[in-house]
């Protein structure tokens, strides 16, 4: 059953979410009409310098935020005509709630993370804390006027911790996947608080953030690049995997799951009685099980972050070392589906794909962010991750039904390690939308439709929308 699966998986993943090519033209705003380019995730990836102060874009430190809104107009990076627009995610701790905007040529405005997330369709399934539409993409550049043609985008977290680390992270990803350049887009290192004293001071903040002003005309239809292959489906995973629970080496493909170890192990035996980790009986998001795709490798997004230094993102020669194999501070390191280390050498491989994700890709954020934005690695987001991937299964849910039936070509429990939920009255239903659907593209075809203008109708919706595109080779 399980081979059966896998080819009937590789025949329909042939070309996956985010390969198949995409002609068409934008126009920036009094620009001339540019050809759409669709980047690879080796052009989407971007290496930081040895010492994070040297970067102008990318992951950019407090010295250089200051720098910049002290005296934009003079000090603002090359090729950069407009506005430095800073999102923050939440509001930071007293005395460096705001980073202290002009209201002329610097703007703070506090734009919680769940603006950049949306429930949405990719055929098979609805998810939950996807990527946004392009209308939803479109309302938040009107809303805090930006145009990412000419402007600076600065995410800050405000107060610091891990979950604004994810959040910001969201927003730098809708932002660089619908088409943003890296030169126009920074991820700010570390919380307010800490940075009042640490290349910033007092004088930095304010209470009191801009007031956004609904009058943005840009949209992403007018941004050439093409970077949805920042994003890979089910169907991209399903297309990547080994076809055993096995570290491979030599396959292009690093898989990267950036939860604890109790989601990864569900409980497994050590072989001496004893569960690896204490089982997590709380099944996240009411899901089906527990576990992970065959071939990942695991190491928790926490190991990223100082959390002594204001949640900034560590030295970069550390988190080289993290990725290939190295031991963190705490003596975690990358461990296969044995639980122990793989060892120096036997983590990421020079050339792979990183493809991350945890739950809802928001822990998976600070790892993608460590790999594509840091580090240079070609990276691709598992958007649906586990709250998706663990719901493609032959299991039943509260209401008495298998969420997927036995022949859907989309089931992933046929090539994963899991633990199932013990009771099924704890398993939320899914919403399904084609079970039998042929691709899992949904959601990248009506993004890449809404950009050119073809979709049927311009909501930005992933109900489809691809009908107007050019043939696709993989059908639907």
Known sequence: MVGAYLLSASVLVGCGGGEDSTTGIVTPPGGEPTPIVVNSPAQIAQESADDYNDNENGLITGATLKRWKDDWLNERPAGITGKLV???????????????????????YLSDGNEWIETRSNGVIYTRSMVPSGATM????????????????????????????????RVWYALRYWGVEAEHLAILNGGNGWLNGNGMTGAD???TASTPPESGIVSVKSLAADNTQLQATVQDMLAVLPSSDTNVLDDGVFI??????????????????????????TFQNSGSRQGHPWGALQLNFTNFLDSTQGYRYKDKAELEAY????ATDSGEAFVDNTYQPVGVGNAYQDGDTVYTYCETTFRAMITGVTSAVILGKPTRFYDGAMVEWSSLSYLLDWSGDYILPIDSPWRTDVVSFYQEQPDPNEVEPRQIDDAYADNTNAIILADKAYKTGSSSSDDGGSSGGGGALPPNPCGG
């Open 86 to 108: 800073i999102l923050q995610v939440t509001e930071g701790p007293g005395g460096s709630e705001y980073i202290l905007p002009d209201d002329k040529n610097v703007f703070t």
């Open 138 to 169: 479109d309302a938040q550049l009107k809303k805090y006027n930006i145009d990412p043609h000419k402007d600076m985008i600065v995410v800050a977290m405000g107060t610091g911790g891990t979950g604004n680390a994810m959040r910001q992270g």
């Open 205 to 207: 903040f304010t209470d």
């Open 256 to 281: 990267w799951d950036a939860r604890g170890m109790n989601q990864y192990s569900a409980g497994e035996d050590d072989g001496t009685g004893t569960p690896v980790v204490p089982f997590t009986d």
């Open 323 to 326: 990725l290939n194999g190295g």
